[in-house]
């Protein structure tokens, strides 16, 4: 069975400080991992997504993750936080021929000025 | 131009009501899903329904009864609710996982804005 799991449900960073979330999955199979951003009031979004077709993978707003099966964690990060960014993020694996996405448990971050 | 909308936006009730909540994408896809996200933000997926067939059902209360009147459409009824359906549920598409010769799990789902319901 698929799993993720977030370490740190919040984490604070100030602007323009680097941005570091971190994911780490369980897949019996070659995984198919994403992270979606979720502002205040409103749904998701997907920042990247990892197909296995290369193990960095460069998203939206300056977001990139990279991909380590050594590790089996595909941590988001971003150079330079900005205030926009804050917001809950969440990684995600999805999990069967049914497309169904497994989430992870969620991380606030919160950017000081 | 919103790809997936959902009516209502918040829905506030009693115990022991009916209530239904509509999703509606224009994205052409074949394939929805509802997610239920509870207070502590975890979203854990309830149905989803390709080309309006239930493919999806994860041990969700049978007091939960998805219809898809066709594949744009996916609405989520909910008859005697409880205090814990309080939630914020979410409706999401994609292109079909098993088109193409499949299945392609990598493809994006696309969010509705939520429906945040809560049950008095």
């Known amino acids: 069975a698929q799993s993720v799991t977030q370490l740190g449900s919040h984490v604070s960073v100030s602007e323009g400080a680097l941005v570091l979330l971190r994911c780490n999955y369980s897949s019996s199979v070659p995984p198919y991992l994403f992270w979606y951003v979720q502002y205040p009031n409103q749904g998701l979004q997907l920042l990247l997504k990892y197909t296995s077709a290369a193990t960095l993978v460069k998203g939206i707003n300056g977001f990139e993750a990279e991909f380590k099966k050594s590790e089996t964690s595909f941590h988001l990060t971003k150079p330079s936080a900005h205030m926009s960014d804050a917001a809950e993020y969440f990684c995600a694996v999805t999990a069967d021929q049914g497309g169904k996405l497994i989430f992870g448990q969620g991380t606030e971050l919160s950017v000081k000025p | 131009d919103t790809a997936v909308s959902q009516t209502p936006k918040y829905l506030v009730t009693q115990m022991g009501n009916d209530k239904s909540i509509k999703c509606e994408q224009n994205?052409?896809?074949?394939?929805m899903y509802w997610y239920k996200q509870d207070s502590k933000k975890f979203l854990k997926i309830m149905f989803s329904?390709?080309?309006?067939?239930?493919?999806i059902n994860e041990t969700v209360p049978n007091r939960f009864s998805p219809k898809s009147p066709d594949k744009a459409h996916l609405n989520l009824h909910i008859n005697s609710l409880e205090l814990g359906d309080s939630a914020v549920y979410f409706c999401a598409s994609s292109q079909d996982p098993m088109a193409s010769g499949g299945p392609i799990l990598y493809n994006e789902q696309f969010f509705g804005p939520g429906t945040r319901l809560t049950v008095l």
């Open positions: 994205l052409g896809h074949d394939t």
């Open positions: 329904y390709n080309n309006k067939e239930l493919i």
